[in-house]
């Protein structure tokens, strides 16, 4: 008995060597710090037990290691590429790039369906109709929608104290961002800004509980994330009132006239999915994937899923930030409401020629992107075997690039004023005409984010109407102090800020 214990024992210790030596150890010649076995360098960095941020670690082991370097985010094996040719070369080869697996992995056990997990003929048929969701002039039809929403926002402000400082800046601008999702995604009113809870319905309960189930799988591997899931009772619970809800919402739009479906099909993401709908799905499925047209039902959830996560955190992040950095620079919120004031109409007109005029605003949304982007990376697989121009690095078949956004938006030698400082103005003036890979919130090329027309808008559209109303003004050093809080999206992690009412 003692002897196989023994043998159990050996057999585990040989198998954990293998495991570290093959998995968990330096390969090449890139530089890099050498793993632990299952927590990678997060340990090392600080990320774990040491509440430094994914950004500052990336930005640490660059001043250290250079411009590429091997990096274990936890049991993934990465290499960060910061060099900005070697970036551009790394976004622009799509057929040597193509979406990393490192993503794609964490997305699959959520939404194996959605377009960020397709590649090949599949993307292309998922790309044919979700790209059409996005354009311009789909976007900017929910201009008044937003307003509305902001509006409802300020009414509860109005109701507080002038004196309390507001520490749920981040959950509320979450709430706002999620209100309007309901009616761009499903034409649908989630109820949260009118209770006074912000608990909303039945789905948005389902919704937040979903994306925070999604949370977890970030760092973790794919089997625990899947284990995690199968007894997450409250995931699987809000997945089903999701599925529910989406599928009735399908069979209404599908009892719509032509006409009604055609002018919902202007705005609502899914009034426009529901043309794409296959009508035999079983005849579909057992085509090969070249000769399939339209999308099934279990593909149309997955995608809903899908913007719900990618769209909803992302967007709110950057709203959030927008309100931190505007407390700290009063100077910045002045020359926005001087902009608004001097461009025409009443102070409380928002219309399309209006905000296309702010340009000061546009500058001030670019510099809130590049000092604090949402979004920590973008990641490529390699497909062949490939060097970088600018390091000559040595790149394999099957290696995991990570184009770290942050370091880039910080790197000195691509910005002309100090890029540690918060200063919209760089856009107009020496930063004018800064390398096109310097700032990539919404990555770029191929599989860069389809939502960016969105995004983008909808920061403008909330920024003006709170500006038009508000200003805010720093809670104090300890409650304000920003720093980074890294979950889908890299969020302050402590923003208390006073709200006053301009008028
Ligand atoms: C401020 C807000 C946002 C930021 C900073 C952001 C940023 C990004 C980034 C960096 C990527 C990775 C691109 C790459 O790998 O090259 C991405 C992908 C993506 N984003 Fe966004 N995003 C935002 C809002 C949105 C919105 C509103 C939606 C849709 C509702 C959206 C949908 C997507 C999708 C579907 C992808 C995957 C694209 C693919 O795999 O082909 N995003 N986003």
Redesign the pocket.
Known sequence: MLFELCLILLLIILYVIYVKRRYFSLHGSLPGLSPHFLFGNLIQAGVLFRNISVPNALRQFKARYGDVFQFWLGSSRIIVVSGVEDVQHVLTHRHIYD?GALSTRTFSILFPDA??CCKGAKYKRHAAYILTLFRRTKVMANLDLMIDHVDKLLVRWRANDIDIIHQNILQQCQYLVLGIFGFIAFDYDLEILNGEDFTGNELTQALQDFVSAFQFLLFSPSFISSIYLKFNSRYRRAREVIKRHLYQIIEQELTENEESLANRKRTCFIASLVTSLQENESLEASKPEEDKKGLSRQEVLDEML??LV??FE??AT?LAWFIHLMSKHPRVQSKIKAELASNGGTTQDITQDRLDSLVYLDCVVNEV?RFC???LA??RTVGVDDVLPQSGAQLHEGDEVLIP?HNLARDTRLWSIDPDLFYPERFLEADKNHHPYALL???TGH??????D??RFE?KVLAARLMQNVTFTDGGPQVNSGGHFARVSVMPKHIGVKISFDY
């Open positions: 979406k377009i960020v899908l913007f990618a769209g992302t967007t950057a992107l982007p949402p979004l973008a990641v956004i919130p919404f990555s599989r860069q984010c389809i939502g960016q969105l995004a920061l």
